[in-house]
């Protein structure tokens, strides 16, 4: 003899459903940036451009106003650290890399 428990798949999507809090008035973003190389080294700059988009329709976010940049070494050190001003989903700009930096 087998027994399961019964398939609950459509109670559980009606419940989401009815939920504020899974609906899309929640808008989660993500952000793409862009260099200028893929490689750097002391001395250089960096050049960047970011995108700040909402996660579902990949169109520009307006909320977003700051955003952290940070960039670092091959031993995964912290070596530079910005925070940029986003307008209408997008920033740029460069990071000068010291020339000290090994």
Known sequence: MVN???????????YINSQKVFSSDIYQEKFFIHTNKSLYFSGEKIWYKTYVVYESTNTPSYKTSNLHISVYN?????????????????????????????
């Open 74 to 102: 091959n031993k995964k050190e912290l070596i530079e650290n910005r925070l940029v001003f986003v307008e209408n989903g997008k920033a740029s700009g460069f990071i000068d890399l010291d020339s000290s930096y090994k």
């Open 4 to 14: 399961s428990q019964e398939n609950l798949q459509g109670l559980a999507t009606d």
